[in-house]
């Protein structure tokens, strides 16, 4: 994988951006790949004039910024203008084309980087599994000759960064859909406070929920990500210091059925932090398990997709994902008294979360529980089920108490990819980010040193 910081080192050297476009564009048409499964559609030619362009700006000393010229990916819920924004279904496929880009496209084609094409995801984004029966499903980049799952819903998304098809990736992030496939893949994924970044553009699945994030090798690659989606001036992450930094471990629900290499990975990387002189501080935390209860009925996602889906599923139903139907309708249950009532409780439990966690720099535990399975496993329903509920489990916490959330890989080189999630205050954003980085070189197989 090639970072943000080395494509721009590059180009500061004298490399074009049309060569890391066609590098990019080899690596999605490598027969032997997975580009026919990660891209629901490549932007070639539009690419290589964009790559162009921005050549010849840079030669002007022109160039809109030091990123100018570097392919990213889209997950295929975004309205890029000319396209059909299907996210991941039939249902849409003869939809009229977006006139627009979605503002957080619009922001970074503005800081000139390149969006090289469209990523497979969950249908509709709705569920943490990355699996997609119309589109095929990407191959995880762990034991690839296995066939294991990518996690979802930004399943695209994870696996063209670790292919190196894109050098980051656009994705959205409702109850973990970039943490869960960047902890199963390997790289890192960051859920921002959800009103950070703009959703103009972007086909929802809960509008409570719904957030923009980035899918990149590492977190200094997402910091900058971020920052140009929402709007404010890149800058380079001074990575906090880890002497006295005061870590909160929850020992509560989040650490239920961890298997054996996730809860190894995860001990590892405990002691390795705590070796650096990060104070951790075990926490009970059992209001996490009210999150379920809250969820009973569908929740949030359940009950906002039906209301946006109910009409498409009347005209369009039996293109459905059955499974992603199925959980879709579970809305149309909900009254609005029981909708109120969530609301209020959810409001009642960040409240009360936020008295506990007040005194924390971070929050930190396993992104997933497991490690990927493989896809052959999913086919029965029970284990589709079950495997969907275990990775969705801890991301969903950070969702519902509105807060940034960050994965970075923790496994030790050429093993099973394994997360570790911080998850930070309200609106700590870039805080968040300094702690990632400083957690980062101690545990990350992609930029700890041998």
């Known amino acids: 994988m090639r970072t943000l910081a080395q494509a721009v080192r590059e180009l500061e050297a004298g490399a074009s951006s049309r060569s890391l476009v066609e590098e990019c564009l080899a690596r999605i048409a490598d027969p032997a790949g997975e580009g026919r499964r990660v891209f629901l559609k490549v932007h070639a030619e539009n690419a290589r004039a964009a790559a162009d362009y921005v050549d010849g700006l840079r030669r002007l000393g022109a160039a809109p910024s030091r990123f100018?010229?570097?392919?990213?990916?889209?997950k295929d819920l975004f309205d890029v203008a000319g396209d059909v924004t299907?996210?991941?279904?039939?249902?849409?496929?003869?939809?009229?084309?977006?006139?627009?880009?979605?503002?957080?496209?619009?922001?970074?084609?503005?800081?000139?980087?390149?969006?090289?094409?469209?990523?497979?995801?969950?249908?509709?984004?709705?569920?943490?599994?990355?699996?997609?029966?119309?589109?095929?499903?990407?191959?995880?980049?762990?034991?690839?000759?296995?066939?294991?799952?990518?996690?979802?819903?930004?399943?695209?998304?994870?696996?063209s960064v670790s292919d190196g098809m894109a050098v980051g990736a656009l994705g959205t992030d409702t109850g973990g859909s970039c943490r869960i496939p960047a902890a199963l893949c390997g790289i890192v994924g960051y859920k921002p406070t959800a009103k950070r970044v703009p959703l103009g553009g972007v086909l929802p699945l809960s509008f409570s929920l719904d957030s923009v994030g980035p899918l990149a090798p590492t977190v200094a690659c997402c910091a900058t990500l971020d920052a140009i989606m929402a709007g404010?001036?890149?800058?380079?992450?001074?990575?906090?210091?880890?002497?006295?930094?005061?870590?909160?471990?929850?020992?509560?629900?989040?650490?239920?059925?961890?298997d054996e290499t996730v809860s190894r990975g995860y001990a590892a990387a405990l002691s390795a932090l705590s070796e650096a002189g990060a104070v951790i501080t075990d926490i009970a935390l059992r209001e996490f398990a009210e999150i379920a209860t809250l969820n009973a009925r569908g929740g949030f996602a359940a009950s906002e997709a039906y209301a946006w889906h109910r009409r498409l599923i009347e005209a369009k139903g039996a293109l459905y994902d059955p499974r992603v139907l199925m959980r879709i309708m579970r809305g149309k249950g909900m009254d609005a008294a029981e909708y109120i009532e969530l609301n209020h409780g959810r409001a009642d439990l960040i409240r009360r979360v936020a008295a506990i966690t007040r005194d924390y720099d971070a929050l930190v535990m396993p992104t997933v529980p497991i490690v990927a399975p493989p896809l052959a496993e999913l086919a029965v329903e029970e284990a589709y089920r079950k495997v969907n509920l275990q990775v969705l489990r801890n991301p969903t916490v950070a969702n519902m108490l509105d807060r940034c959330a960050i994965s970075v890989p923790c496994h030790p080189r050429g093993e099973a990819p394994v997360g570790l999630m911080l998850i930070g205050e309200h609106g700590g954003d870039r805080r968040l980010f300094a702690i990632a980085a400083g957690i980062e070189a101690i545990v990350s197989p992609v930029v700890r040193r041998a």
């Open 232 to 258: 404010e001036e890149p800058t380079d992450i001074a990575p906090f210091p880890l002497r006295g930094l005061r870590l909160a471990a929850p020992q509560t629900m989040v650490l239920e059925d961890l």
């Open 86 to 159: 299907m996210s991941g279904s039939a249902a849409l496929r003869d939809a009229p084309p977006a006139a627009a880009d979605a503002v957080v496209v619009a922001r970074l084609r503005a800081a000139g980087l390149i969006p090289i094409g469209r990523t497979n995801m969950t249908e509709f984004a709705f569920t943490g599994l990355g699996i997609n029966p119309h589109y095929d499903t990407p191959r995880n980049p762990y034991d690839r000759a296995t066939g294991r799952l990518p996690g979802g819903s930004s399943s695209g998304a994870a696996v």
């Open 68 to 74: 100018a010229g570097i392919p990213v990916s889209v």
